[in-house]
């Protein structure tokens, strides 16, 4: 028996995060359609794949020229996995040249009221909606996602931050910390 073992080969990884409600799936869409939004982040136009963080295990063994992984911050809470960093998708981070991190903030108020005006809400996402309600439970997740993200020094890691409204404004981690009290 031989086995073969290649690297996964991606180009540029985008990664859109930030927690369930905030609007990670209408950025994404924005993206797509919109052929000057990515031109803000250095995001090349032309051929974008989608993968939710979920669905990376089917992510077929192919070089990607631009990778968009959509993720959620809170993947870890609840889970054994407890941090970022030890969240199997990060194995991604280390197969790019190049990363563009985008993390979307929105207030705390707006956050709870989207998760609890949700039609139908998945069981975890019921349950995060419980928590989003808790003092700093959001600020500490977001804190823990921006310091596993910065630790990361090769490839370097472009990240913005911004808030997920219609014109994506850039905020500074401060100011996020801010909305999420």
Same mark, same amino acid.
Request: aromatic letters at 6%; a positive charge; glycine letters at 4%.
């Given at each position: 028996?031989?086995?073969?073992?290649?690297?996964?080969?991606?180009?540029?990884?985008?990664?859109?995060?930030?927690?369930?409600?905030?609007?990670? +799936?209408?950025?994404?869409? +924005?993206?797509?359609?919109?052929?000057?939004?990515?031109?803000?982040?250095?995001?090349?136009?032309? =051929?974008?794949?989608?993968?939710?963080?979920?669905?990376?295990? +089917?992510?077929?063994?192919k070089p990607f020229r631009n990778l968009v992984l959509h993720y959620d911050i809170l993947r870890?809470?609840?889970?054994?996995?407890?941090?970022?960093?030890?969240?199997?998708?990060?194995?991604?981070?280390?197969?790019?040249?190049?990363?563009?991190?985008? +993390?979307?903030?929105?207030?705390?108020?707006?956050?709870?009221?989207?998760?609890?005006?949700?039609? =139908?809400?998945?069981?975890?996402?019921? =349950?995060?909606?419980?928590?989003?309600?808790?003092?700093?439970?959001?600020?500490?997740?977001? =804190?823990?996602?921006?310091?596993?993200?910065?630790?990361?020094?090769?490839?370097?890691v472009t990240h913005h931050i911004v808030l997920a409204a219609d014109d994506y404004p850039n905020?500074?981690?401060?100011?996020?910390?801010?909305?999420?009290?």
């Open positions: 028996m031989i086995v073969e073992a290649r690297r996964r080969k991606i180009d540029h990884l985008i990664v859109v995060a930030g927690v369930a409600c905030v609007g990670k +799936t209408r950025f994404m869409d +924005t993206l797509l359609q919109s052929g000057t939004s990515g031109d803000r982040f250095g995001i090349e136009r032309g =051929e974008l794949e989608m993968i939710n963080a979920f669905r990376v295990r +089917t992510l077929p063994d870890p809470h609840g889970r054994k996995l407890r941090r970022h960093s030890r969240d199997p998708v990060f194995h991604l981070l280390d197969c790019a040249d190049r990363i563009t991190v985008i +993390t979307l903030v929105e207030s705390r108020a707006t956050i709870i009221h989207r998760s609890i005006n949700n039609n =139908e809400p998945s069981k975890r996402r019921a =349950e995060l909606a419980a928590n989003y309600d808790k003092d700093d439970f959001l600020r500490v997740w977001y =804190e823990a996602w921006f310091d596993a993200i910065s630790s990361r020094h090769e490839p370097a905020v500074t981690r401060e100011d996020a910390a801010a909305m999420l009290r």
